[in-house]
């Protein structure tokens, strides 16, 4: 009730209110931050992956301008040695406008982070999408075999179905390449598991299908239960180091993360930028409402 209340609020709110409490999600607007935001993980020995902000395109005119930003992107952190790999939005490049076009507009995003010896991975949005991003995922690899990786969410009860149907795609030269999440849409109950152990629980499972057949896993979350679940499963199947990796969003549990590199496990940090961080942003704050409830009182007390 309380989190629906908040739901509904926050778009109209205003923006330079969220900005205050969505900053510590986001590296800045523009590369320069992200450049910096990444050196400055790199050199606590923390890999990232980079997102440009921005989602849901209205005009496919935006899509090449998108993929402009991705491929000069990858052309900096490559010339500047970062060490990342980046994270593509379809729906940034017109999923629903034109499936065609929004395939071609992230191959050529793909080509450049092949020249550029980098890696792209598929986030997965909401499950209107999903059919779509699983076949772009798959036509992908299949014209570039270790450059590209796709999300799974443990909330939507296909994902092992879709997982196991990829398998055909597996091999030991270019195993699969999945990051592990919850999911973070808001779906109706037909397509996604609802409950919150549920949802732990489907997680695990999936987690174990995927270490169980040597795919390479980003093992991306915040739940510490999980955590301690994923290193026990890790442990079980004694998976190489180089066969895994935690992965966690910018701002978000630093403590948690400590921990897990501290016990020896390499470790991804989600880096968005861009100007298009208002949606991103109160994605994050209608997760965490105690984040919202701040600003909400922000509103009253002067
Ligand atoms: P959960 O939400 O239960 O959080 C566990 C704990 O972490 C909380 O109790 C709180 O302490 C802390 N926490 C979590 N979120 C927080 C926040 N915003 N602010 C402060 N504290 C917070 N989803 C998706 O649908 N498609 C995608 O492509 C991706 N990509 C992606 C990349 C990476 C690297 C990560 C880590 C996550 C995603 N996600 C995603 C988001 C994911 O689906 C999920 O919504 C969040 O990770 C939150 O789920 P947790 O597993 O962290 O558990």
């Keep these: 009730m309380f989190n629906k209340m908040i739901a509904g609020i926050l778009p109209y709110m205003p923006k330079k209110l969220v900005w205050i409490f969505s900053k510590r999600y986001i590296a800045g607007e523009n590369i320069e931050d992200a450049l910096r935001e ?28 998108n ?7 990858i052309k900096r952190f490559t010339d500047e040695k970062i060490d990342g790999n980046f994270s593509v939005k379809p729906s940034m490049f017109g999923l629903l406008l034109d499936k065609e076009s929004c395939y071609q507009n992230i191959r050529e995003i793909v080509a450049a982070a092949d020249e550029c010896d980098s890696f792209i991975r598929v986030d997965m949005e909401d499950s209107t999408c999903t059919d779509a991003e699983v076949e772009i995922f798959r036509r992908l690899k299949a014209e570039f ?21 990829l398998m055909d795609m597996h091999s030991e030269e270019a195993p699969l390449n999945f990051r592990l999440c919850k999911g973070i849409y808001v ?10 152990q549920e949802v732990r629980d489907h997680y695990l499972e999936d987690l174990e299908y995927m270490l169980q057949n040597g795919i390479y896993v980003g093992i991306a979350t915040h739940d510490k239960y999980l955590v301690d679940k994923a290193f026990e499963l890790l442990e079980k199947y004694n998976t190489p180091k180089d066969k895994y990796e935690f992965q966690m969003l910018y701002g978000v549990t630093p403590d948690l993360r400590s921990r897990i590199m501290s016990a020896g496990h390499r470790m991804r940090v989600y880096v968005p930028y861009g100007v298009e961080w208002f949606g991103y942003s109160t994605r994050r704050l209608k997760e965490n409402p105690n984040m919202a409830w701040l600003i909400i009182k922000a509103l009253f007390v002067r």
Excluded: C, F, H
């Excluded at 993929?67 to 992107?73: A, N």
């Excluded at 075999?145 to 149907?165: K, N, W």
């Excluded at 779906?187 to 919150?196: L, M, S």
């Design 187 to 196: 779906e109706p109950v037909e397509v996604a598991y609802k409950k919150y």
């Design 145 to 165: 075999p270790t450059r590209v990786g796709l999300v799974v969410q443990s909330y939507m009860r296909r994902t092992l179905s879709d997982v196991r149907d």
């Design 38 to 65: 990444s050196r400055k993980l790199n050199a606590e020995q923390t890999m990232v992956t980079v997102d440009i902000l921005g989602e849901y395109i209205k005009e496919l005119s935006e899509a090449t301008e």
């Design 67 to 73: 993929k402009k930003q991705y491929i000069e992107l």
